[in-house]
């Protein structure tokens, strides 16, 4: 069982839809949870940065993290095609290391 | 502030050969973190490197190795290519090593192996 596991996908949602994307994690020293987006030929940009439970709002962004059930989830709302792109969730364990484990992403197409 | 640069862009190696990446991190960031991603793997951590010193290292072989200078720039060597070595190399730079740090990522070397 790999550590973070990330729905594969594609999904693909008409503009302005509302989109769930899920990662399940088994590793419970996990305590930081990000989403990075990546656009194609791009290096992967941060989105959302949460530290433990609890819900974290940035614009249409939400992260949500529930560390009982090892899930965590970002929500787009009113979802734009600029929003197209590769998404992906990484966690890190407490500690003086900096390493990042990611889910294997999902790719999100909004069509206009 | 410039982001996080990485040379070259694009390489074409044959197996056996060997080759060297190089990252440039964020201005006063003092810890770089190497990356490879496969469409079959995805992003998978091969090393830290904080104030010269590796700090961590992922499961990856001996023949990926790598090095940090005085001024916080980061090289990655990877020695007797193999095809399935192919694949998107991504620096990542924070502030300094530890688990609440922010990681910035640069645009990657994509490296295609023959």
């Known amino acids: 069982q790999k550590e973070v596991e990330q729905d594969p996908g594609p999904l693909s949602v008409p503009e302005g839809a509302i989109v769930s994307l899920n990662c399940t994690y088994s590793?419970?020293?996990?305590?930081?949870f990000m989403w990075y987006r990546q656009y194609s030929r791009k290096g992967p940009e941060l989105l959302m940065y949460t530290y433990s439970s609890g819900n974290k709002e940035d614009g249409r962004f939400t992260a949500q993290v529930d560390k009982s059930s090892k899930y965590i989830s970002l929500f787009i709302r009113d979802s734009q095609p600029s929003d197209s792109a590769t998404y992906l969730c990484a966690m890190k364990e407490i500690g003086a290391n900096s390493k990042l484990t990611f889910g294997k992403g999902i790719t999100l197409s909004v069509r206009p | 502030k410039a982001g996080v640069t990485q040379t070259p862009r694009y390489l074409i190696k044959t197996r056996g050969q060997q080759v060297t990446l190089s990252c440039s991190p964020i201005?006063?960031?003092?810890?770089v973190s190497w990356y490879q991603q496969t469409p079959g793997q995805g992003l998978q951590f091969l090393f830290e490197?904080?104030?010269?010193?590796?700090?961590n290292k992922g499961n990856f072989p001996g023949r990926f190795s790598g090095r940090q200078f005085s001024n916080s720039r980061s090289e990655m060597n990877v020695s007797t290519l193999e095809l399935g070595d192919s694949a998107l190399y991504l620096c990542?730079?924070?502030?300094?090593?530890?688990?609440?740090?922010?990681?910035?990522f640069g645009p990657g070397t994509r490296l295609l192996v023959l």
């Open positions: 490197y904080f104030s010269e010193t590796q700090r």
């Open positions: 990542a730079s924070s502030l300094a090593a530890g688990s609440g740090e922010t990681q910035y």
């Open positions: 201005s006063g960031h003092r810890s």
């Open positions: 590793n419970s020293a996990f305590q930081y």
